[in-house]
């Protein structure tokens, strides 16, 4: 069996532990996708995670697929400037213009590396805050109380990180504008940066207080550290200005991926020109890849870009987010569930639980066990939701009005079953 196989040459079977599926025997084995489809062996499902959030306008969208091969007709690597990466920034440039200067890189786990050693070459300073439960990718700066799979996992704090970098890294309640000023205080002048998921979608997901955001703005520009907006999910997902056009505000850096690369790999940290010309080789900072600006991710980025400036894909997208939020409603809400349901644009997740989510506590006290139950019923109707309650549902372009129907019919029937398993 291929996860034998996969077992005998990879940890756990897997290149990366949210593909594990932890309430599964075995992990799904993808063979091919399309539009709102991943074709794998448990047959063709509908796919919700879409690559934890990369993919806005549905698998091998023909437009993105266009340009990757035209770009392969020219060759794929040069490790030189082109003239597609200058527009490409400058596109970016335009839509989110707090990135005044940016640097193209592969993941969203280097953008934000690069963006913290940034601020701290910028501040010569050297504590980080982070909160609770944000997720930014897999390095040893940031991986304190991260969620996504970490919390899944129940490793939020890795081993293998040495303390004195715990120790420089103070994680604080997310949406918590007292715990975090009294945070700042205790810090005072040794604060590099703050960064956050201005909308959490690595722990479930979590939509903060506008206070809470404006607060992490004005500490940080009263104690003269920088603000990092990780926008790694969010940016290009919650319109073209991300969370900080629809939240109207600017922080110092932003770090980008997942939707601006169309499915390939990247990674973009940017800002403030005076912070990024200290970036190598203006500045002292050191960045450098053998694969930054991969012309394949900017030629795949520049056509995703290209479309969602039609305003189109977030029309479709987040109508079906907003329809399948109200399908998770109701289909709780007949069988008796207390379900809350979060969305916001083409995110959304639910939670077992009475009240409401706007910490990760909240989340932490919803019935876990009820979602995976429901995540895999759902799958044996066709549907592939967020794989852990500590991820997100994400709908792309292709989630037309005829998918979200089915899904929700799904849905009804997978509550139907719950309901007869657990005996409610
Ligand atoms: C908010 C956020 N930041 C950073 C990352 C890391 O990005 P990558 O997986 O491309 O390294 C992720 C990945 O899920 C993320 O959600």
Redesign the pocket.
């Known amino acids: 069996m291929l996860f034998e196989r996969a077992r005998r040459v990879f940890p756990g079977g897997v290149n990366s532990p949210a593909r594990a599926l932890k309430h599964l025997p075995t992990p799904l084995v993808a063979k091919g996708a399309s539009g709102p489809y991943l074709y794998t062996d448990r047959g063709r499902l509908v796919d919700y995670c879409l690559a934890?959030?990369a993919v806005i306008l549905g698998h091998a969208h023909p437009r993105v697929k266009k340009a990757v091969e035209e770009q392969l007709e020219r060759g794929w690597i040069y490790a030189l400037l082109t003239e597609q990466e200058v527009e490409f920034a400058e596109r970016i440039k335009r839509h989110m213009p707090s990135l005044e200067k940016m640097r193209i890189v592969n993941?969203?786990?280097?953008?934000?590396m690069n963006a913290i050693r940034l601020a701290r070459g910028f501040t010569k300073r050297d504590v980080l805050i982070k909160f609770d439960g944000n997720?930014?990718?897999?390095h040893d700066y940031v991986l304190v109380k991260a969620g996504?799979g970490a919390a899944t996992w129940g490793v939020p704090t890795s081993a293998g990180i040495p303390q004195d970098v715990v120790k420089l890294t103070v994680v604080v309640p997310y949406n918590d504008t007292d715990a975090f000023t009294k945070a700042v205080r205790e810090v005072g002048d040794r604060l590099a940066a703050v960064i956050v998921?201005p909308v959490a979608?690595?722990y479930g997901l979590i939509i903060p207080d506008l206070e809470f955001l404006k607060a992490l703005r004005e500490e940080t520009e009263r104690v003269g550290a920088l603000l990092i907006f990780?926008e790694?999910?969010t940016g290009f997902r919650l319109g073209l200005s991300g969370a900080q056009g629809r939240f109207g505000i600017r922080p110092d850096l932003t770090?980008l991926?997942?939707v601006i690369g169309g499915g390939f790999p990247i990674?973009i940290f940017g800002g403030r020109a005076d912070v990024m010309d200290l970036v190598a080789p203006s500045g002292p900072v050191y960045n450098a890849g053998t694969y930054n600006a991969h012309p394949v991710s900017v030629a795949a980025g520049l056509a995703v870009l290209a479309e969602l400036e039609t305003g189109e894909p977030y029309r479709m997208a987040d109508e079906a987010a907003q329809r399948l939020a109200k399908a998770v409603e109701d289909a709780a809400g007949r069988t008796g569930f207390d379900v809350v349901v979060k969305q916001i644009a083409s995110m959304f997740q639910f939670y077992f639980k009475k009240g409401d989510v706007k910490t990760p506590q909240d989340v932490r006290e919803s019935d876990e066990r009820l979602y995976l139950k429901l995540h895999e019923i759902a799958l044996r109707h066709g549907v592939y939701l967020a794989p852990s309650q500590y991820e997100v549902n994400f709908t792309s372009a292709a989630h037309t009005r005829e998918v979200v129907e089915q899904t929700t019919a799904a849905l009804e029937e997978a509550f139907k079953e719950l309901k007869r398993e657990v005996g409610r």
């Open positions: 934890f959030g993941t969203g786990t280097e953008a934000t997720f930014h990718g897999s996504s998921e979608g690595n990780d790694v999910i770090t991926g997942k990674g």
